[in-house]
């Protein structure tokens, strides 16, 4: 079992920053993919960036450059940078984790889920 919980949510103006944390408790050996998502009121659950087991980080376009998405060295924590916040970024941010070999951007193939931490930028 893997238990994850997000902290580092706020309220920002727009061109701000935000780091966003997700504890990850429980055993993350062999292959898997962690990920951040974000829901924004009306709509459907995204994928925003993701980290395999070989350190490979995709972004969705409109984060790349942005956003920067790492771990710790234990593996323990997973880290969301954002930068150069835009209103359009406001949302629910959740972590979550597959144990499927590659990063899907469809919240469905994944396994566990955070509570969500909440982001929101004003203009």
């Known amino acids: 079992q893997v238990h994850m919980v997000e902290s580092g949510g706020g309220s920002v103006q727009a061109g701000g920053s935000l780091r966003l944390s997700c504890a990850v408790f429980g055993d993350t050996y062999g292959y898997y993919c962690m990920g951040w998502f974000r829901q924004a009121p009306g709509k459907e659950r995204e994928g925003v960036a993701y980290i395999d087991s070989y350190g490979k980080t995709p972004y969705v376009d409109s984060v790349k450059g942005r956003f920067t998405i790492s771990q710790d060295n234990a593996k323990s924590t997973l880290y969301l940078q954002m930068n150069s916040l835009k209103p359009e970024d406001t949302a629910m941010y959740y972590c979550?984790?597959?144990?499927?070999?590659?990063?899907?951007?469809?919240?469905?193939?994944?396994?566990?889920w955070g509570q969500g931490t909440q982001v929101t930028v004003s203009s």
């Open positions: 979550a984790l597959t144990w499927r070999p590659y990063c899907s951007p469809r919240p469905n193939e994944y396994n566990y």
